[in-house]
């Protein structure tokens, strides 16, 4: 599973847990990619290998300054979004996961990511 493929999964897992309102599908995705984030350990890998490179796989990374993959600072900063506006201040920040859904499920069928754009610009390998 390419990365493009990927966040068209993440994205539409997200809007799916978010139209039928079931929290534990939520949550359990939240969990799978913020342990895939922290350890690097991609347990999607596991589904297939790679068929071809995406536009994501070809950012230009420019200067790294920072030591650490830029998809798992992408991974972490998804889970820990979801897991701030869904799981502590759902009344607050409804709209906040709706706009993850559609952003990263936009971001898969499209091939462009600006959040792992900038992410790779701050620095990240």
């Known amino acids: 599973m390419n990365l493009r493929t990927y966040m068209f999964a993440v994205g539409a897992t997200v809007l ?22 922290i350890t690097g350990l991609k347990l999607t890998r596991a589904t297939g290998a790679s068929r071809g490179e995406c536009a ?31 799981g502590l201040f759902p009344d607050a920040l409804w709209f906040i996961p709706w706009f993850i859904g559609f952003a990263v499920a936009g971001a898969g069928l499209s091939g462009v990511c600006p959040v792992l754009m900038m992410i790779k610009a701050a620095g990240f390998r």
């Not at 847990?17 to 359990?28: I, N, R, S």
């Not at 994501?56 to 506006?85: Q, T």
């Open 56 to 86: 994501l796989d070809r950012i230009e990374r420019g200067a790294v300054r920072i030591p650490f993959d830029a998809e798992r600072m992408w991974r972490i900063s998804v889970a820990g979004m979801l897991g701030l506006s869904y």
């Open 16 to 37: 799916v847990a978010l139209y039928v309102d079931w929290p534990p599908l939520l949550y359990g995705l939240a969990a799978l990619v913020a342990f895939e984030g």
